[in-house]
């Protein structure tokens, strides 16, 4: 949460904030999955500010519709997340359309 709220207030001292802030300033794909949890009002503060600016906020939250079996699941799911917002194709877990024939 220390990088977002970086990210947030625009500071750009390391490669991965100068990376993010380019991304927002030139209206490029930035996409954020925290891991942290619970968030606190100055996380949400943050992550809500970094959404407002273009960042796809996509928090590391499996979803458990699709029936996972293994840690492995929960980990495909969160990664087939991210390749969605990237529009590459995967099979890493049935959509839920997929299901309903």
């Not at 970086?6 to 904030?17: K, N, P």
């Not at 980990?75 to 359309?97: C, N, P, S, T, Y």
Request: glycine share 6%; net charge negative.
């Amino acid at each position: 949460m220390g990088t977002v709220g970086r990210m947030a207030a625009g500071t750009s001292e390391t490669l991965l904030l100068r990376a993010a802030d380019v991304c927002l300033k030139e209206r490029r794909q930035l996409i954020l999955v925290p891991r942290e949890t619970p968030f606190n009002t100055i996380h949400l503060e943050n992550l809500l500010r970094l959404a407002q600016a273009g960042a796809v906020i996509l928090p590391a939250m499996p979803g458990f519709y699709h029936g996972p079996d293994t840690i492995a699941d929960l980990v495909d799911f969160i990664v087939g997340k991210v390749l969605d917002q990237l529009a590459i194709d995967h099979e890493l877990f049935e959509r839920w359309a997929e299901n309903n024939d």
